[in-house]
């Protein structure tokens, strides 16, 4: 039987219809994920753990760039997420003042904006995640505090101090020794890198006959402590501590004898895409998601070290 002209064009008109509503539900919300560096293997557990996490959503896209330690690359990737119209953005700073105004752009341009591990400036921006870096650091001060009697001389070695998360951990530790005969013998900015944290090291024994313990900002800082010292022979005299707690390297040198404690960081990779997914559903999110953090030791390493109080 012959197709009429009408019918046709209902038909043409409800496959059209079909189609449309098809491709949208088959759109796929995009994600831009700007990560400071992949030289920490810290951060590269972080990516791995958001893009665990959006593995479980098959409707998000993750779109990574790293920008390689570099705050301009790390500013144009922004730009770049921004200009192609990603739906959400996860920013994990390298600097918190440089990359605030970016940032902002991208907020104020209604894109939802998660920022991940380190803070900026300021209030433009959808949700901050990540631990009390001031309060782990306190907590690593007053750990040593116990450890050496309440006297002791001290290598501090530091992470970025132009971000936010090495400002804090070097206060809070200072608070965790206050009131004690502990003493900072030296301190150096090793920006994070175990190469770096092992130059600053071979120059503290250099300088000083007796270093009783290293307080590192991050575990690959304090293994490169261990290794400078172990080279110069001096390593079973210093208590190493370090910040990140990552099962393969914080955790694995406590269980080595290398650190003598660890303090959790965690990365948020997680928390991230779950604010990303109910960003996405229309809920509301806190300003300020804290993190919990946990001290691993050779005593309850294996038991999956203590929550911080």
């Given at each position: ?78 730009e770049e997420f921004v200009s192609a119209g990603v739906d959400a ?221």
């Open positions: 039987m012959p197709i009429s002209r009408r019918s046709f064009s209902i038909a043409a008109a409800g496959s059209l219809l079909a189609a449309c509503s098809t491709s949208k539900e088959g759109k796929k919300f995009t994600v831009g994920m700007s990560q400071c560096n992949l030289g920490e293997p810290w951060r590269v557990q972080m990516n791995a753990d958001v893009e665990a996490a959006a593995a479980k959503h098959p409707e998000l896209k993750v779109l990574f760039k790293d920008a390689q330690n570099d705050t301009l690359k790390q500013r144009a990737h922004i953005l996860i920013v994990t700073p390298k600097e918190s003042q440089p990359l605030t105004e970016p940032i902002a752009k991208a907020y104020q341009a209604k894109i939802p904006v998660i920022v991940l591990d380190r803070a900026v400036v300021g209030d433009q921006f959808t949700t901050f995640i990540g631990a009390d870096n001031r309060k782990i650091g306190r907590a690593a001060g007053e750990w040593l505090k116990k450890k050496l009697n309440g006297n002791g001389r001290i290598v501090e070695l530091k992470g970025l101090m132009t971000s936010i998360p090495g400002q804090d951990r070097n206060q809070g530790f200072r608070d965790g020794i206050a009131g004690s005969s502990i003493e900072v013998i030296f301190e150096a900015d090793m920006k994070w890198l175990e190469p770096d944290a092992r130059k600053e090291m071979e120059s503290a024994l250099a300088r000083f006959p007796k270093i009783d313990a290293v307080y590192a900002h991050n575990d690959p800082g304090a293994h490169g402590a261990y290794l400078a010292a172990q080279a110069a022979g001096r390593e079973k005299d210093i208590v190493f501590v370090g910040i990140d707690a990552l099962p393969q390297e914080g955790v694995a040198y406590v269980r080595q004898g290398i650190l003598s404690a660890t303090f959790q960081y965690p990365t948020g990779g997680a928390e991230a895409i779950d604010a990303v997914m109910k960003l996405r559903a229309a809920q509301t999110i806190p300003r300020q998601i804290t993190l919990g953090s946990r001290v691993f030791t050779a005593e309850n390493a294996a038991g999956g070290g203590e929550p911080l109080a």
